[in-house]
């Protein structure tokens, strides 16, 4: 596995599905030459094939010039070494795809709303957005552990099993209510695993994209519908695991 130098518009088929001409910058009149790590090239091919769709590169290698002119790019971004592509693939979810990459051992990975930015660094960085909230995983926040967190938060016994004292511990929150509760992060994050991707970003406090959340939470659950985590109720059962 190297980074080899292809020129810009290079046809050559790196992988069965990928052309070297795919990571070119996309800065016009700015470099001739484009770097690609083979190592990228091999992940992209095997998420290529687990979807069976084309991947498109919106992204791939940027030369200095054009990283500079790329909003919200990092002076050290992978893209200036080939060693990172942004991609999305038709009718797929970028978390989807973020957790297939996970699963098969690539170590950047940024989700975003729109697509999903992978890269072949070796230290592990996983983050959601541009505002780049760190996350431990994509692959989801065991049941365990929510309810852990759920127990820490609420002062409840934590062993990990939602029992009634858990449950009558449990605080009525919402846009309106307890909004800023330390619970909030957990259920934000409960939410985003179980793929309430709305719920946006895991900062603690229940705004109106966690109001949108919790709805389509209920309605998917059979609780009344209103965007309120009520004290003890089944919206909570369901999210601790007993509805
Ligand atoms: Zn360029
Ligand atoms: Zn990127």
Redesign the pocket.
């Known amino acids: 596995m190297a980074i080899k130098t292809y020129e ?1 518009g290079d046809s050559t088929h790196i992988t069965p599905n990928f052309r070297a001409r795919e990571f ?8 001739d030459q484009t770097k690609i790590d083979e190592k990228l090239v091999g992940f992209l091919q095997k998420i290529r094939d687990r979807f069976g769709k084309p991947v498109y590169i919106l992204s791939g ?7 500079g002119n790329t909003a919200n790019a990092s002076k050290t971004s992978k893209h200036l070494q080939g060693m990172a592509a942004d991609v999305t693939i038709d009718g797929v979810e970028p978390l989807k795809i973020a957790q297939y990459a996970e699963s098969i051992g690539v170590l950047g990975i940024g989700h975003y709303d729109d697509f999903v930015h992978l890269d072949t660094r070796e230290k592990k960085a996983f983050w959601y957005s541009h505002n780049q909230v760190y996350r431990r995983s994509f692959l989801g926040y065991a049941l365990q552990e929510f309810v852990c967190d759920v127990q820490k938060a609420i002062g409840a016994k934590v062993d990990g099993i939602a029992g009634p004292e858990t449950l009558s511990k449990t605080p009525t929150i919402s846009r309106w209510r307890n909004r800023k509760h330390p619970v909030v992060a957990a259920v934000q994050k409960r939410l985003y695993a179980l793929g309430y991707t709305v719920v946006g970003e895991v900062d603690g406090i229940a705004g109106r994209k966690f109001d949108t959340a919790v709805r389509k939470f209920q309605k998917e659950h059979n609780c009344v519908v209103e965007g309120v985590i009520t004290a003890g109720e089944k919206t909570w059962k369901c999210l601790l695991g007993e509805g």
């Open positions: 810009k070119d910058c996309k800065g016009s009149g700015c470099c290698y940027r030369c200095p010039a054009h990283n």
